[in-house]
């Protein structure tokens, strides 16, 4: 992906289909027959400018229109009015995001993680701000998830005081037999349950630790020096 920081640019908010008939790369006509129907053919096909496509001014003699950033070929409008419209009609906005909006989002993707931060459409000033901000939420995941499994281990080897004398994890899934006949769903079910226990102890933990911390902070004397 290009890194456009500072450059002027746009995004696409809506689906826009256009055909290229004004396309301004496309209206060269020559002698040779068969250049030109290519030409007449391209111009009369639709291409579609998708969500979150980059959009940035051509070069040289095509500053005044603009086309995808992916694809240099691929136009979109002139600038000026109708690239107004489509601003004013919610289809395409100005870049680069607000400080508050890379902040939204950061706080969006932890909530539901499923892209990469760093790949942002859009946000090629933050980059690497939002590589980092991921590089190191993904530590803090490995490390608490490391953590919950180790407590899981020992949830599950936890004796119970029964005739049998079986631990933990077998007392869970002979308590799910009970009611469900499939051993895999038992064994998965019984999974959860310790590491649901696991988590709040992990949890609980780490407020025991937070307060812990708090305790031997610095402490401001009666003058009010520390």
């Not at 600038?79 to 890379?102: A, C, D, M, S, T």
């Not at 988590?199 to 407020?207: F, G």
């Amino acid at each position: 992906m290009k890194n456009l920081a500072g450059v002027e640019r746009w995004i696409v908010l809506k689906e826009i289909p256009r055909v290229q008939v004004d396309n301004p790369k496309l209206s060269d006509q020559t002698e040779d027959l068969q250049h030109n129907l290519r030409i007449g053919r391209m111009r009369n096909e639709k291409v579609l400018f998708t969500t979150d496509e980059v959009l940035i001014k051509g070069k040289d003699e095509f500053s005044k229109f603009i086309f995808s950033a992916d694809n240099e070929d691929k136009y979109l409008c002139k600038v000026g009015p109708e690239l107004n419209y489509f601003i004013e009609q919610n289809y395409v906005r100005k870049l680069p995001y607000k400080r508050e909006e890379i902040d939204i989002l950061k706080e969006n993707w932890l909530k539901d993680p499923v892209f990469d931060l760093y790949n942002f459409s859009g946000a090629d000033e933050y980059w690497d701000e939002l590589e980092k901000f991921q590089k190191e939420q993904e530590k803090i995941w490995r490390d608490s998830n490391a953590a919950i499994e180790k407590i899981a281990k020992v949830v599950a080897s936890l004796p119970v005081f029964s005739p049998a004398g079986i631990n933990f994890e077998c007392f869970i899934i002979a308590m799910i037999a009970a009611r469900v006949e499939e051993p895999k769903v038992c064994i998965e079910q019984a999974k959860g349950i310790i590491f649901e226990i696991a988590r709040e102890q992990y949890n609980l933990q780490k407020k025991e630790s937070k307060k812990d911390e708090r305790k031997l902070g610095p402490r401001k004397s009666a003058s009010g020096n520390s």
